[in-house]
């Protein structure tokens, strides 16, 4: 703990201070920024369904090709 608060310290007297609630700050804006792609990501996700011979479905990701 003692470490913790000395580190504390000097980041708080560098050139970039960087405080607690800066800190905080930082790392709910990189959790929100991480929430915002993955919804990004799960509402463009795009799937299709094939089905084998014996007729069981099969899900996967519908990848595209390539146009050389």
Known sequence: MVDEMEHIEVL???TIQITPERLALLRDS???LAFVICVIMISFYEYAV???SE???SVGPI???ASY
Do not use: V
């Open 12 to 14: 708080s007297r560098a």
């Open 63 to 65: 990848i595209p090709e």
């Open 30 to 32: 990189s959790n929100i």
């Open 55 to 57: 007729g069981l479905p």
């Open 50 to 52: 094939t089905f084998d």
